[in-house]
């Protein structure tokens, strides 16, 4: 196991240094008493394990777990404090261990067995590749987050039309954890690789919660979703920097990007029906995010005006279809039933346009 310690006082360092060397099966790769260089050094370091003091000047650990998990995102924290009354914060934060100073050599072997028996859990293994000395993750797969860089298809596919539904590479509809899970990751996606300050993620996720349980809330849901996309391949997707969240786009690929990429400047009558079979419910419309909402109704518009722009292009066929489609965008228009009705008649069903014009009657007194 790659480790590395972050104490502000050497004494406490060199102590802990001992007693992983002793408890064998440990690499330490790094000591440090201040955080940022920690974190200058992690991304080359790549610890799978940090030993973390709480109480340190400027960033104390609390801050420094979520830092670290922002450029080493499968990292594990355990704590090592003089204090006991940081606990509960310190597990809100997802760590695998709090250790009390000076750290007895049973709990230290009990917080190791603890991080192997997780990594046994998830299936993660490492192996040492011929001629080179340390550890080294297995070769990337088809569904790491490399090969969506490398111009492959994105590794994990996103509907949001209507239902909210996450894919795995090879088909797997992904579980969520809990309900706040999926929203955070809701949440973060809908930002599009912008980075989403902590504090309105607080507001908007947890409004109703105090300030410390609120952020416990957080960490513990963030942990959730890197461990569900970690199993994908796909650890490195949720970023942190300067007390801020995102996700890179990248590695996602959803029906929303190919719909606007779809209605882009315009709709031909044959995109206007594949538009038509994309758009199978609002953004997120099931999930009912009010932070969504904004963009659900502008959305919306932009279909309906990417639709109006296809109908005339169409054979009667394909375009009483799109007119039914853009009746159920916008139900209140009387014009679209008017035009739907025209089409059946064109078509010779003369029943179909009196059941149009029945519904738009049925309408107009449901309105009024």
């Known amino acids: 196991m790659r480790a590395i310690l972050i104490d502000d006082e050497e004494m406490a360092l060199d102590v802990l240094e001992i007693r992983l060397n002793e408890a064998g099966g440990v690499d330490v790769v790094g000591k440090f008493q201040q955080v940022a260089d920690a974190l200058a050094r992690c991304g080359t370091l ?36 003089a204090y006991h009354h940081y606990a509960v914060d310190a597990f809100g934060t997802a760590a695998i261990g709090y250790l009390l100073k000076p750290v007895a050599k049973d709990k230290l072997l009990q917080a190791l067995a603890r991080y192997k028996s997780l990594q046994d859990r998830r299936g993660i293994r490492r192996y040492v590749a011929p001629g080179v000395t340390g550890y080294m993750d297995p070769p990337a797969g088809p569904a790491s987050l490399s090969s969506a860089e490398d111009g492959a298809p994105p590794p994990l596919t996103l509907k949001v ?4 539904e996450l894919y795995s590479a090879d088909g797997r509809l992904l579980t969520w954890r809990t309900r706040k899970t999926k929203e955070l990751f809701a949440f973060l996606w809908h930002h599009r690789g912008q980075p989403v300050y902590k504090y309105a993620i607080l507001e908007h996720l947890w409004p109703d919660d105090p300030g410390d349980r609120a952020q416990k809330l957080l960490h513990t849901s963030l942990y959730y979703l890197r461990s569900l996309l970690k199993a994908e391949g796909c650890g490195e997707i949720v970023r942190y920097g300067d007390e801020r969240y995102w996700i890179d786009p990248s590695a996602i690929r959803s029906d929303l990007e190919v719909l ?13 029906r594949q538009a038509m079979a994309l758009y ?47 009746i159920e965008l916008e139900p209140g228009r009387s014009e679209h039933y008017d035009r739907l009705a025209e089409a059946h008649e064109q ?20 309105e009024g």
């Not at 005006?305 to 066929?317: F, Q, T, V």
Request: aromatic share 4%; with cysteine.
């Open 347 to 366: 078509a010779g069903d003369a029943g179909g346009a009196r059941q149009v014009l029945a519904l738009k009657e049925k309408n107009k007194l449901e």
């Open 260 to 272: 606007l990429e779809r209605v882009k400047g315009g709709l031909s009558a044959e995109d206007g």
């Open 280 to 326: 199978r419910g609002d953004y997120l419309e099931t999930e009912h995010y009010p932070w969504a909402d904004a963009f659900r109704i502008e959305l919306r518009s932009t279909a309906a005006a990417a639709l109006k722009s296809a109908i005339p292009g169409g054979d009667i066929e394909l375009r009483t279809s799109l007119l039914r489609k853009l």
């Open 161 to 164: 039309l209507g239902s909210m």
């Open 46 to 81: 790549r610890p799978e394990l940090v030993f973390l003091d709480i109480e340190m000047p400027g960033m104390n650990g609390l801050e420094a777990a979520e830092a670290l998990r922002g450029i080493c995102p499968d990292v594990e924290v355990i704590y090592v404090t």
